[in-house]
């Protein structure tokens, strides 16, 4: 039986995940976030879909980013309460984080 070539496009998904991954969880400050079935948001919304698919939350993440530029009181916010500048990786980890605490973990932990 003749071997079937993967999908270019799942491929290049899958790279960009283990990338991404790698990113986000190289630091060990933080225990993973795990999915649990009491999470504040069911694990059947359209949420946990797309916060779930990194590529979708690459291409959202620089979306809303470029959106908040646009908000001039956003944008004012970011540059006098953010770290962003001076630490732009962990910035980013944060708001990752707070994503995939909110989405996906135990209703107590969200609060923490």
């Given at each position: 039986m003749?071997?079937?070539?993967p999908n270019p496009a799942e491929a290049v998904r899958r790279r960009l995940?283990?990338?991404?991954?790698?990113?986000f969880h190289s630091s060990s400050d933080e225990p993973r976030v795990t999915r649990s079935p009491n999470a504040l948001i069911a694990a059947d919304s359209v949420a946990w879909r797309v916060h779930g698919d990194v590529t979708t939350m690459m291409v959202g993440g620089i979306a809303a980013?470029?959106?908040?530029?646009?908000?001039?009181a956003?944008?004012?916010?970011?540059?006098?309460?953010?770290?962003?500048?001076s630490d732009r990786l962990g910035r980013l980890r944060r708001t990752a984080r707070f994503l995939a605490v909110t989405t996906f973990a135990e209703r107590g932990q969200r609060r923490r």
């Amino acid at each position: 039986m003749p071997r079937l070539l993967p999908n270019p496009a799942e491929a290049v998904r899958r790279r960009l995940a283990r990338e991404v991954h790698g990113v986000f969880h190289s630091s060990s400050d933080e225990p993973r976030v795990t999915r649990s079935p009491n999470a504040l948001i069911a694990a059947d919304s359209v949420a946990w879909r797309v916060h779930g698919d990194v590529t979708t939350m690459m291409v959202g993440g620089i979306a809303a980013l470029l959106l908040q530029m646009l908000h001039p009181a956003a944008l004012a916010g970011v540059w006098d309460h953010s770290d962003f500048e001076s630490d732009r990786l962990g910035r980013l980890r944060r708001t990752a984080r707070f994503l995939a605490v909110t989405t996906f973990a135990e209703r107590g932990q969200r609060r923490r």
